[in-house]
């Protein structure tokens, strides 16, 4: 597991109009936490999960992965995007195993991990199976399957759920939570859904509107191991008119 401390972190596009994407963000996720990042579309939250994963570079502040500056991307950090970005041509397990294969990792190295990740995703009847044959919650399974395989310690997730129906969705955010109760991994998950943000985060942290901004931190008091049934509780939903709130202001 490893812990992420972002620290007075901007990030300005340059151009003929310079935009400002990210203003003085300031949070810290400890080792094994799951947080949330939650905002209006367009507010820096996939910029802040691209500085993180190291596919951009900060314009000031600091940003460490286990008091590390992250300069590049690395395996330490996994990615699940909106698109699982599978190889169409490879099978499951193919997908799966791609990135240690890559790696140079021997095949006594990965296959155990692997067979273990498809078995908690719920993949492990599918490995014969190629990306078409597979609907978008079983693709997304796979992306998963493979970041973990890969022995990530972060997990990033830019909506991975978002193109989904709403049962699909509902079944995805359940199985993250069961993989995650496993694993411990720690998780910054983007989202602009606020049932999402409370079902799965420990910390939720909500960021205004261009340029993007801490607006507050919200600390999830319900318990785990949690499920669906939360969301008609009123635990749940007193935490929801709560975050409304904030995000109005």
């Known amino acids: 597991m490893s812990d992420i401390s972002v ?6 596009y340059p151009g003929a109009t310079p935009v400002q994407a990210l203003d003085g963000i300031d949070l810290h996720v400890p080792a094994g936490e799951f947080v949330a990042l939650l905002g209006p579309s367009g507010c820096g939250k996939s910029t802040l999960l691209n ?20 300069t590049r991307p690395g395996p ?5 995007f ?5 190889f169409p041509w490879l099978n499951v397990w193919e997908n799966v195993v791609f990135g240690p294969r890559i790696a140079g990792l021997s095949k006594a190295e990965y296959a155990e991990r692997a067979e273990e990740m498809l078995r908690i995703t719920g993949l492990s009847a599918f490995t014969r199976h190629l990306p078409i ?9 796979v992306g998963i399957a493979r970041v973990l395989t ?24 359940e199985l993250l939570l069961s993989v995650w109760q496993k694993l411990r991994t720690t998780v910054v998950f983007v989202t602009h859904d606020i049932d999402e943000a409370i079902l799965l985060a420990d910390t939720i942290y909500v ?43």
């Open 7 to 12: 620290t007075n972190l901007s990030k300005t």
């Open 51 to 70: 500085l993180i994963a190291g596919f951009e570079s900060p314009t000031s502040g600091a940003l460490t992965v286990d008091s590390e500056p992250v």
């Open 76 to 80: 330490e950090r996994g990615v699940v």
């Open 82 to 86: 909106q698109e699982a970005a599978l």
């Open 133 to 141: 044959q597979l609907s978008g919650g079983m693709r997304q399974r």
């Open 150 to 173: 890969l022995g990530s310690k972060v997990l990033l997730m830019d909506e991975p759920f978002g193109a989904l129906d709403a049962q699909t969705r509902l079944t995805m955010q």
């Open 207 to 249: 960021m205004s509107a261009r340029p993007g901004r801490i607006a507050t931190r919200i600390t999830v008091p319900i318990e785990r191991p949690r499920s669906l049934d939360l969301i008609t509780g009123e635990a749940f939903n007193g935490l929801k008119r709560e975050i409304l709130k904030q995000m109005r202001h």
